[in-house]
C-alpha cells in the first residue's frame, strides 16, 4: 500500500491535491505564449503545480517541458551549467535524434559530454567549472529557438540570479527571452522580496515583461476532502478536525501538514480512524528526527543572527522588527544590527517577510525551540 501523502516531489494527478484553477489558468497562459512569474513562500507546492501543468497530453505531445532548480546556483556558470544539465536529461528519454539536436548545438562543451556503455549521454561538467558561460548559454538559447517543438522553461528558485556577482545577468537573460519566440518561460521563487524586486522594480530588465502570479495556500475545505478521500481509498479513516487543526497549526502551508499527514497515515491501521488526539505524537516524532541538524543550525548560527532569529520565533509573525520597542524587548542591539543580520536570515532562507511581516520558513523548527524552552510557547 502506497502513501498517499508524498512528502518527495510529484508523484502524478491521483496524489495531487486541488489547484483546478491555478493549473487551468497556467496552462492557459502559457499555450497563448506567455511568460509567467510564480511567486510564493517555499513548501507550498510551487515546484509541484509545475510538475502537474506539464502533466497533460497537449505538453507531453507538442511541447518540450524543462524544470531547472537553480537554488543552488551562485553565478551565470553555475546557472548555465545547471540549465544545460536540466535540457540533456529532460531530452534523453526521448532517444537519439532528439538529444543529438542539442548536443550539436552546445558545441563550447562537446568535450565534457561522456557516454556510457550504452551510448547515452551524461552532463560531465561541475558546477563552477563551464569557462565561457556567455557563449553556452548562447548556444542552448539557439537550441529552444530552433527546437522542433516550442519549449516550455520553467526555471525554479529564479530569485537566486539577484545574488550572481556579475551585474548584467538579468539582462542579458533578459534579452535572450525576449528574442526567443520558440520557447516560453515560468519564472518561479520563494524569496518575494527577491522576486518582486526583480519583476515589479520599473529599474530592472523584468520589469512588466512576465505574468505575476502569487500563490496562496490550498483552501481547507479542498485539502479535507483531498485527506479524508485518501484515507478512506486505503480503508481508513480521517477525522476531518485533524485536517482543521494541522491547517490552523502550519498555517495552511501544503508540505508540513503534507508531512504530518504522512506518519498519521502510517500509524493508522487499516479499518482504523485517525483522531486529534494523534497528531501530537506524529509532530514529535517529525520534530526528533530532526533535532540533530536545528541543533547544528543554531550553533553554526552567528550569534545576532540567532538573537535576530529566536526574537522572530518568539512573536511567531514580527512586525516593526527594526523598531525600538522590538529591538528593546529582545536586547537586540541596535536597528542596524537587526537590519544586518536581518539580510543574512533572509539570503539563506530562514526567513520568509510578507507585507512587513517576518517568520520562520521552517514550523518544525519553530516547534523545536519551543520543546527546547528557547522560545515560549504561545498562550492558547
Known sequence: MRNPFVTNGYAGADYFCDRVTETADLRSLLWNENNLALISPRRLGKTELINHVFDCDEFRNDYYCFLVDVYASKS??????????????????KGKAVWEVFLSAVNSLRAEISFDINGQPSWSVGLGEIRNPAATLDEIFTYLQNADKPCIVAIDEFQQIAKYPESTVEATIRTYVQ?????????????????????????????????????????????????????????????PEVVA??????????????????????????????????????VDFIVRLSSDSYESLLYQMPVKQRDLLLAIASERKAKQIKGGKFVKKYSLLSASSVSAALKGLLDKDFLTEDKGVYSLYDKFFVLWLEKKGLIAKPIA
Open 76 to 93: 551565470l556558470s553555475d546557472f548555465v551549467n545547471l540549465l544545460g544539465k536540466a535540457v540533456l536529461d529532460t531530452l534523453k528519454p
Open 245 to 282: 487543526a494541522l491547517y490552523e497549526q502550519f498555517d495552511g502551508v501544503t508540505s508540513y501538514i503534507h508531512r504530518v499527514l504522512n506518519i498519521l497515515f502510517s500509524k493508522t491501521d487499516e479499518g482504523g480512524r485517525c483522531g486529534v488526539c494523534m497528531i501530537e505524537g506524529a
Open 179 to 239: 528574442k526567443t519566440t520558440n520557447a516560453h518561460f515560468i519564472f518561479s521563487g520563494s524569496q518575494r522580496h527577491l522576486m518582486n524586486g526583480i519583476f515589479t522594480s520599473p529599474s530592472r530588465p523584468f520589469y512588466q515583461s512576465v505574468t505575476i502570479i502569487n500563490l496562496q495556500p490550498l483552501p481547507l475545505d479542498k485539502y479535507t476532502e483531498f485527506a479524508v478521500e485518501k484515507f478512506n481509498q486505503n480503508g481508513k479513516e480521517l477525522d
